[in-house]
């Protein structure tokens, strides 16, 4: 369908663009598209919920603080420019393709199924999170305040 | 009594950040830690010798949590609880700062409910889940005291460890597309009879890939000794002893003993590996000048041994493995409070540096005696024992060779560590004669307790091994 | 759902693919630990995609989406570490493009 199309075209295109481009800003600004395009892979999916999830958080909250840190580097920018393209000429150019053509070949060594999609759209997440993974939500709660006193411990001014 | 392991940290750790008057959470988060650890530690030893949980989980009807426990995860339990409780203690003396102690107390929590969460986790995801609340609390403790070099260490771990879980995560999608769910038991089920068993194949592959890199194995060890030298010393001690082990280590025994089923070119990849890491840790740790740094390359020689018994694949192997990691985590846990009140005193880790220690710091030096040989496996000592167990193991299954090169391994980790103690303690050196004091109380006894637990292993090995390893014989499936 | 003769469930699966791809090789290329931090994201997004497609070829999108909604929060925390990380970098050299870091492929 054509709106799968463009999507998936989308999500190649901003992914490359993420990778290729030289200036930092470009660069979280392509995987603030990879994340709007996923989200709404997402939505075609049949997983409303976790598209809702990874287009407010990883496209929003996430690009946030990309830009927050790089907002702290600004004046690295021409640096950062030359070091990067001298690094990319100089490294591994051809590993993208590489990667890529196993890729696809895994895709297509596994094809035996074919994919096809399951007749059954299956239950509903909010009664599997709140009814049957308790554990993965404890799990959440303590990454979280881990997180915060990472922000408590990291953000501080050093004083020694 | 599973839940209360999970959820009394985690209230503790709330209740400790409540608004109260000054200074009252820092004096209470100390003593309540021990506590706790010490309760966990009981608990734990009561499973193992009576068979079954000391009461009856108080939550059971209102909480429906899925945990799990069988005898591995009372020895992970036990040993989590005796590595943090040592690496509490010395972060005790190791910051002066009231406050530096209260946020280790509580990253220490943290990642405690992680590990505790991850031992009694029966689901491969929720493994994934507790191991990223450990993984965070280690990125944060490394980088505590924000100098460059923790913080570059603590980097290098995030990113590795996150190229980690981004295979275990693909492992769990193969999972899924074999037809699993994630639990121990739908992995299991789908692994033997699976419409598409190729999936079930390469989703274990990946997961067990991811699990490589978070326990530090050597094609992918590279973060491991910047994460553990540039730690401050009680983070180096948990980090060490326990964090790693609890996630990547037990992570692989439980994918291998209890999950997967026989594939013989992961036995193959896992005795390859294993081989590889215990020479290749050994002969790294013989070139280093850091103290730490050749702790860290020690350990992952030692890993290596237990891939090495996973490799194996027999209950007695299995057995091997789980003590091996037990014993493991009390002597490196030992070696790394000795190098924090080493470090304390001289403020630097450099060998070449040090030297003649012996007279300022004989008690330090006898504790460091003690933990190197455990770790060579002289007898009577709890190393000994477990690497007899793997040895024996391997020849009965019929790897001869491997079983060799093993057992000539000792002699490559005695060398590095008698050449450690003669340039640290023994030989005359720069500080021969100085004014350096023996290390505080704080720093001796969790070392000298850690000491006497190693040769207490050893010594009542017919009783550990009826109470710890018989159990673990069983899960093999 | 044809487009142009490759199934979209398998097309999904080769966009995923990708990504992690380009994500590693990323990793892989620069020095710059933001851009490192990017690479890390664009793997995420593969796995998360792959998640999905799984739950959806399986009929269990519940389940994938519970995982993935877990997966999304542990993300954000983990970037927010690494952000101060990086920021605590900045702070001792007063430069992150420049510091290369060492071994990290170890």
Redesign the interface.
């Known amino acids: ?1 054509t709106v ?2 463009i999507l ?1 075209g989308l ?2 295109l901003a ?2 663009w ?2 290729l481009s030289v200036r ?1 800003m470009m ?2 600004i392509g ?1 603030a598209a ?2 709007v395009a ?1 989200s709404l ?2 939505f075609r ?3 409303p ?2 598209a809702m ?2 287009l407010s ?2 496209a929003g ?2 690009s946030v ?2 830009f ?3 907002s ?2 600004k004046r ?1 920018t021409a ?2 420019i030359r ?2 393209r001298k ?2 000429l100089r ?2 150019v051809w ?2 393709f590489l ?2 053509g ?3 070949l ?2 297509a060594r ?16 909010r ?3 709140w ?17 915060a ?8 001014e ?1 004083n020694r | 009594m599973q839940s209360l392991l999970i959820l009394v940290p985690l209230v503790c750790l709330m209740l400790f950040n409540l608004p109260w008057k000054r200074g009252v959470g820092q004096a209470v988060s100390f003593g309540a830690g021990l506590a706790f650890l010490a309760a966990q530690a009981a608990a734990a030893l009561w499973a193992m010798l009576s068979g079954g949980e000391p009461f009856a989980d108080p939550l059971a009807g209102f909480l429906v949590f899925k945990t799990s426990a069988d005898g591995l995860t009372w020895v992970m339990l036990l040993t989590i609880a005796v590595v943090a409780a040592s690496s509490l203690a010395v972060s005790r003396a190791a910051f002066t700062d009231e406050k530096d102690r209260f946020y280790f107390a509580n990253l220490l929590f943290v990642s405690v409910i992680g590990m505790n969460g991850a031992a009694l986790s029966g689901d491969l995801f929720t493994l994934y889940v507790f191991f990223e609340a450990a993984s965070v609390a280690s990125f944060i403790l490394i980088a505590f005291r924000r100098g460059m070099a923790g913080l570059e260490g603590a980097f290098k771990y995030l990113v590795m460890s996150t190229v980690a879980t981004v295979l275990m995560l693909t492992g769990v999608g193969f999972f899924m597309l074999a037809g699993a769910g994630t639990s121990f038991a739908e992995v299991r089920a789908a692994c033997l009879q699976s419409a598409h068993p190729e999936f079930a194949r390469v989703g274990g592959l990946a997961f067990m890939a991811g699990l490589f890199i978070k326990g530090g194995m050597v094609p992918f060890h590279g973060w491991l000794p910047d994460a553990y030298g540039t730690a401050p010393g009680p983070v180096s001690v948990l980090l060490a002893g326990i964090v790693t082990k609890a996630t990547g280590v037990y992570g692989l025994i439980r994918l291998t003993g209890s999950v997967l089923p026989m594939m013989p070119e992961v036995q193959t990849l896992l005795m390859t590996l294993g081989i590889v890491s215990i020479y290749a840790g050994a002969l790294a740790a013989i070139g280093q000048s850091d103290y730490k740094r050749m702790l860290a390359y020690s350990s992952i020689s030692q890993v290596g041994y237990i891939v090495l018994a996973l490799g194996c694949r027999t209950p007695l192997a299995l057995a091997g493995a789980v003590f091996h990691l037990l014993n493991h985590a009390v002597f490196k846990s030992l070696l790394f409070s000795n190098a924090a009140a080493v470090e304390s005193r001289l403020g630097h880790n450099d060998m070449n540096r040090m030297g003649g220690l012996q007279a300022q710091m004989p008690w330090s030096s006898l504790s460091a005696v003690i933990g190197l040989l455990s770790t060579a496996g002289i007898p009577p000592l709890g190393g000994f024992w477990s690497k007899v167990i793997i040895l024996l193991a391997l020849w009965q299954a019929g790897f001869h060779a491997a079983a060799v090169l093993a057992l000539a391994a000792s002699l490559l980790t005695l060398a590095y560590f008698l050449s450690m103690q003669r340039r640290v303690f023994f030989a005359k050196g720069t500080e021969t004669g100085s004014a350096v004091t023996e290390a505080g109380a704080a720093y001796l006894w969790p070392q000298l307790a850690l000491a006497g637990l190693t040769a207490a292993i050893g010594i009542g090995f017919p009783f550990v091994y009826r109470f710890l390893l018989t159990p673990i014989q069983q899960l093999l499936w | 759902m044809n487009l142009a003769g490759i199934p979209f469930f398998d097309a999904c699966g080769i966009a995923g693919a990708l990504l992690l791809a380009a994500g590693l090789y990323y990793l892989l290329v620069t020095s710059n630990l933001i851009r490192a931090m990017i690479a890390l994201e664009l793997m995420i997004k593969g796995v998360t995609l792959f998640l999905i497609l799984a739950g959806r070829v399986t009929g269990r999108q519940d389940l994938a989406q519970a995982l993935v909604i877990t997966l999304i929060i542990i993300e954000v925390v983990i970037m927010v570490v690494a952000g101060g990380l990086v920021l605590g970098v900045f702070r001792n050299t007063r430069s992150v493009g420049s510091r290369q870091i060492r071994n990290l492929k170890g």
């Open positions: 369908m799968d199309l998936l999500l190649v992914a490359l993420a990778v930092l660069s979280v995987l990879v994340s996923v892979l997402m999916l049949d997983a919920y976790a999830f990874e958080v990883c909250l996430i603080i990309f927050v840190a790089i702290f580097t690295l640096e950062d070091t990067h690094e990319r490294k591994t590993l993208p990667l890529a196993l890729a696809i895994l895709v596994l094809k035996s199924p074919g994919f096809a999609p399951a007749p059954d759209p299956g239950g509903d997440v009664t599997l999170l009814g049957g993974r308790h554990l993965d939500l404890i799990g959440q709660i303590v990454t979280l305040l881990a997180g006193f990472g922000v408590v411990v990291l953000f501080k050093k």
